[in-house]
């Protein structure tokens, strides 16, 4: 059974930097484009960032972009979201989301439990 | 543009059909798909490509589309069908995702 696990939220400073892992199994990890997605308290959906299977390019919301880098490890079936100049309104859940098949891009089957990035001070 | 709206909330009656919309330009040349949300859970995929369903989704789930508006139909629903709805697609590129601002099923 496919499934993911993200790890490395926490409460970091407006400011600060975190970074985030999402670790796969139960597919072959090497294979699909991987994602973020976050919901912030009480609130909808957002697309955060993809990476493409190889990991060779990236692609991110206008409101992330220039601060949030999304990286993998296929020897380690890992992904990852490195965060930094966080501000109080990237405070969210994030998931981290599979692709439904290695030919989409943005069919999310599988999704993590979610991680808690809360920013304050 | 990319915005994608959904009605805030609807309310229906166990066994009755709930049609929840989603309306934005971007839907009359992208695929649309839909996702499930309950209470402190992750979201789940309902429905892909406007209407194939995944596996393990009830048939009672179903989607079409019109132009530049798609609808999620849930025919008999049932009280484990109450929860957040969310419609996704994507651009004219297929890169930039975007999600609809959800939609809230009660089951009275």
């Known amino acids: 059974e496919a499934q993911l696990v993200e790890s490395g939220g926490g409460l970091v400073q407006p400011g600060g930097s975190l970074r985030l892992s999402c670790s796969g199994s139960g597919f072959s990890f090497s294979d699909y484009p991987m994602h973020w997605v976050r919901q912030a308290p009480g609130k909808g959906l957002e697309y955060v960032s993809g990476i493409t299977f190889s990991g060779h390019t990236t692609y991110y919301a206008d409101s992330v972009k220039g601060r949030f880098t999304t990286s993998r490890d296929n020897s380690k079936n890992t992904v990852f979201l490195q965060m930094s100049s966080l501000r109080a309104d990237d405070t969210a859940i994030y998931f981290c989301?599979?692709?439904?098949?290695?030919?989409?891009?943005?069919?999310?089957?599988?999704w993590g439990q979610g991680t808690l990035v809360t920013v304050s001070s | 543009s990319y915005d994608l709206t959904q009605p805030p909330s609807m309310s229906v009656s166990p066994g009755q059909t709930a049609r929840i919309t989603c309306s934005g330009d971007?839907?009359?040349?992208?695929?649309t798909h839909w996702y499930h949300q309950k209470p402190g859970q992750a979201p789940v995929l309902v429905m892909y490509k406007d209407k194939e369903r995944p596996s393990g989704i009830p048939e009672r789930f179903s989607g079409s589309t019109s132009g530049t508006s798609v609808t999620l139909t849930v025919s008999g629903v049932q009280a484990e069908d109450e929860g957040d709805y969310y419609c996704?697609?994507?651009?004219?590129?297929?890169?930039?995702?975007?999600f609809g601002g959800g939609t809230k099923l009660t089951v009275l």
């Open positions: 996704q697609s994507s651009d004219s590129h297929g890169t930039h995702v975007i």
């Open positions: 971007a839907l009359a040349n992208q695929y």
């Open positions: 989301v599979k692709d439904l098949d290695t030919s989409a891009w943005g069919v999310f089957d599988i």
